[in-house]
């Protein structure tokens, strides 16, 4: 996430530390939501490879990523040595899978944690052909709930959590939009998206304690 440049994560402040163990899984009322496993590479790469042209210019990986099954291993084994780097912990990709079939539906995580202030963004894709259901919505309130939610009930014990999109990225601006997020950034031409240029940076808050961690929404005012 955007900070002043003299800004550094000392680890002090609110000096918080992923959960010991490290376990990511939980369900929504259609999807399993869970951390990546080495089985799951081929899956990854169907997703990705059927949904290039939609999941671009959004998410830059795209162009280049999970071209073969080699690149889609290489990348579920450094999720999984991420969550065991526990010092080092800042970034982890999560599996979307429908709870039906088991199908790879999108992915999700927790990017650019802050252990200073206990922060991290949400990010999020859909695969081509399971959008605009609520796919996205339903995964993203129950991955705020994890992540505001306490290390004791399984959580990722985080106080603050940011969403970020380019202000050209309709579809991904409704999903914090609907989930009633509060708006806070809106930086002009920050957010350089290839084939469209220097867009607008928009970018939405919410605290834990105005998280309903049970009932994966706002808390009444
Ligand atoms: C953004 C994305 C994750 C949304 O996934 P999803 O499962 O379709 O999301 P939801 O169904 O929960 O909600 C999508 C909303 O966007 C709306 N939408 C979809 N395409 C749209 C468009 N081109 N313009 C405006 N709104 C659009 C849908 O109508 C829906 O809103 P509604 O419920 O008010 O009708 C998916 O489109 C995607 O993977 N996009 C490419 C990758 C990406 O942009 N990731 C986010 C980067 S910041």
């Given at each position: 996430m955007p900070r002043c440049a003299n800004e550094v994560d000392t680890g002090?402040?609110?000096?918080?530390?992923?959960?010991?163990?490290?376990?990511?899984?939980?369900?929504?009322?259609?999807?399993?939501?869970?951390?990546?496993e080495l089985t799951d590479a081929a899956a990854l790469l169907e997703a990705v490879s059927s949904s290039r042209?939609?999941?671009?210019?959004?998410?830059?990986w795209a162009r280049a990523g999970h071209t073969d099954i080699v690149e889609s291993t290489h990348y579920i084994a450094s999720q999984i040595v991420a969550l065991r780097a526990r010092k080092t912990f800042n970034n982890v990709g999560i599996g979307i899978f429908?709870?039906?079939?088991?199908?790879l539906l999108g992915g999700t995580g927790v990017h650019g944690v802050h252990r200073d202030t206990a922060s991290a963004e949400v990010g999020y894709?859909?695969?081509?052909?399971?959008?605009?259901?609520g796919v996205c919505t339903?995964?993203?309130?129950?991955?705020?709930?994890?992540?505001?939610?306490?290390?004791?009930?399984?959580?990722?014990?985080?106080?603050?959590?940011?969403?970020?999109c380019s202000a050209a990225n309709a579809a991904s601006s409704r999903?914090?939009?609907?989930?009633?997020?509060?708006?806070?950034?809106?930086?002009?031409?920050?957010?350089?998206?290839?084939?469209?240029?220097?867009?607008?940076r928009l970018g939405w808050g919410v605290m834990a304690e105005e998280w309903d961690c049970t009932h994966h929404r706002l808390r009444e005012p």
């Open positions: 002090l402040g609110l000096g918080w530390t992923p959960p010991d163990p490290f376990v990511i899984r939980f369900e929504t009322p259609r999807l399993v939501v869970r951390a990546y042209e939609h999941l671009l210019p959004w998410m830059a429908d709870k039906a079939d088991g199908r894709w859909i695969r081509a052909d399971a959008v605009n259901r339903e995964s993203t309130a129950h991955v705020l709930s994890w992540a505001l939610g306490g290390q004791e009930s399984g959580g990722l014990g985080l106080r603050r959590i940011l969403i970020y999903v914090p939009e609907k989930l009633g997020l509060r708006a806070e950034v809106m930086q002009r031409q920050d957010y350089f998206v290839q084939g469209i240029g220097c867009t607008d």
